[in-house]
T-cell receptor
């Protein structure tokens, strides 16, 4: 079945540091890939997405490139802020499956210190 | 912009009681998904509906049932509650069932079973 593996946290960084969260996936079809962010006490917010190989999703300074050859979708940000402290989830949607459900990775907690 | 509305935000029930969670999708979104997120866990897919019909089923216990109504809102009914049902329950909606249409999540209902 489909699965998503992402690096375990917590990841602790200083403000303005470079952030990378690794994400790899296994899917039988040609999935769409997503990064969702969850701030404390809130729901999941879509951060960015990519729907085909070599697509780059970007939003709020975050970027991720759909790499089919390495089945990866690593999230990067060049200079993090305290407000980026949250849990980040990598997810895939296998377009072969009915209903477009998401399969999530385990989440990576990021803590940015001033 | 309108978002996915879930009610109630918090719910406290005793073992063996029943609970009903409600979800109002974004206008024009005809697909609704339910997820369960345990403490420190990634969201687990429960069930989804497309045009008022069940479109996919995940790890939803037999004690739970759900439906989507003619106005596209959805309700998750939970009976014979157990302590292990304590979790954050998210509803999400999407514009269609294609893999290109991202899921938009509500802020969740936190269920506590005592």
């Amino acid at each position: 079945g489909d699965s998503v593996t992402q690096m375990e946290g917590p990841v602790t960084l200083s403000e303005e540091a470079f952030l990378t969260i690794n994400c790899t996936y296994t899917a039988t079809g040609y999935p769409s890939l997503f990064w969702y962010v969850q701030y404390p006490g809130e729901g999941l917010q879509l951060l960015l997405k990519a729907t085909k190989a070599d697509d780059k999703g970007s939003n709020k300074g975050f970027e991720a490139t759909y790499r089919k050859e390495t089945t990866s979708f690593h999230l990067e940000k060049g200079s993090v802020q305290v407000s980026d402290s949250a849990v980040y989830f990598c997810a895939l949607s296998d377009r072969k499956a009915a209903g477009n459900k998401l399969t999530f990775g385990g989440g990576t907690r990021v803590l940015v210190k001033p | 912009a309108a978002g996915v509305i879930q009610s109630p935000r918090h719910l406290i029930k005793e073992k063996r009681e029943t609970a009903t969670l409600k979800c109002y999708p974004i206008p024009r979104h005809d697909t609704v998904y339910w997820y369960q997120q345990g403490p420190g866990q990634d969201p687990q897919f429960l069930i989804s509906f497309y045009e008022k019909m069940q479109s996919d089923k995940g790890s939803i216990p037999d004690r739970f049932s759900a439906q989507q109504f003619s106005d596209y809102h959805s309700e998750l009914n939970m009976s014979s509650l157990e302590l292990g049902d304590s979790a954050l329950y998210f509803c999400a909606s999407s514009l269609d069932v294609s893999g290109n249409s991202p899921l938009h999540f509500g802020n969740g209902t936190r269920l506590t079973v005592t």
